[in-house]
């Protein structure tokens, strides 16, 4: 059986992480929609996470049994990464904050998924890559755009789509879309612009 997940991330870096994800976390369990303990209920590296509580379905809008799946909790990133939706992640649009175009001009999805890049796409896709691992380990960051060639920081960029660099993210594994009023007061307490990822393993 596969897994999805969504992750509720905010769009930039915050100040306070690790208490903004407790302050959402009481948030989530004062009203019953996940648990107080945490127990082996996710995918994350210690599988530890807050599985969904007696009101759970108060926060998807429909009935849906998730509780009787073994991976189905809420897992809280609290540390700089770069949130994607793993091998369904594609990388179609990165603005240049200089010229405005597109990095990936003529990178179709059905490129994408058939691997059919020309040499040029492929070393300008592939370059980003270690970009993203160099901001991830807190190092300075510098691409080139293929089309002015001027030099930015990676978090200069406008990336769109299915990935964020982020510092706090919600994680919740098999649970169904949240309704609009959930995500929305997630956002006033983190008072962060929210970006949802849709993933799947």
């Given at each position: 059986?596969?897994?999805?997940?969504?992750?509720?991330?905010?769009?930039?870096?915050?100040?306070?992480?690790?208490?903004?994800?407790?302050?959402?976390?009481?948030?989530?369990?004062?009203?019953?929609?996940?648990?107080?303990?945490?127990?082996?209920?996710?995918?994350?590296?210690?599988?530890?996470?807050?599985?969904?509580?007696?009101?759970?379905i108060?926060?998807?809008?429909?009935?849906?049994?998730?509780?009787?799946?073994?991976?189905?909790?809420?897992?809280?990133?609290?540390?700089?990464?770069?949130?994607?939706?793993?091998?369904?992640?594609?990388?179609?649009?990165?603005?240049?904050?200089?010229?405005?175009?597109?990095?990936?001009?003529?990178?179709?999805?059905?490129?994408?998924?058939?691997?059919?890049?020309?040499?040029?796409?492929?070393?300008?896709?592939?370059?980003?890559?270690?970009?993203?691992?160099?901001w991830?380990?807190?190092?300075?960051?510098?691409?080139?755009?293929?089309?002015?060639?001027?030099?930015s920081?990676?978090?200069?960029?406008?990336?769109?789509?299915?990935?964020?660099?982020?510092?706090?993210?919600?994680?919740?594994?098999?649970?169904?879309?949240?309704?609009?009023?959930?995500?929305?007061?997630i956002?006033?307490?983190?008072?962060?612009?929210?970006?949802?990822?849709?993933?799947?393993?």
């Amino acid at each position: 059986m596969s897994d999805n997940y969504i992750t509720i991330c905010s769009e930039k870096e915050v100040d306070n992480p690790i208490e903004l994800g407790e302050k959402v976390l009481k948030f989530l369990q004062d009203l019953k929609y996940v648990e107080h303990q945490q127990s082996k209920c996710t995918l994350g590296p210690d599988l530890l996470g807050y599985a969904p509580a007696d009101r759970h379905i108060d926060a998807i809008g429909f009935d849906e049994n998730i509780s009787r799946l073994n991976t189905n909790g809420l897992e809280i990133k609290a540390e700089r990464q770069v949130f994607d939706a793993m091998s369904f992640t594609m990388l179609n649009e990165m603005i240049c904050p200089n010229c405005k175009r597109n990095r990936f001009e003529g990178i179709t999805p059905e490129k994408f998924y058939n691997e059919q890049f020309t040499p040029e796409e492929m070393k300008s896709y592939s370059s980003v890559f270690a970009q993203f691992e160099k901001w991830n380990n807190r190092e300075e960051t510098n691409l080139t755009c293929n089309h002015c060639q001027t030099i930015s920081t990676l978090e200069e960029f406008e990336i769109k789509g299915n990935i964020c660099l982020s510092n706090l993210g919600f994680t919740f594994w098999n649970w169904p879309n949240l309704k609009q009023e959930v995500i929305d007061e997630i956002s006033k307490l983190t008072s962060s612009n929210l970006k949802v990822i849709q993933g799947h393993l």
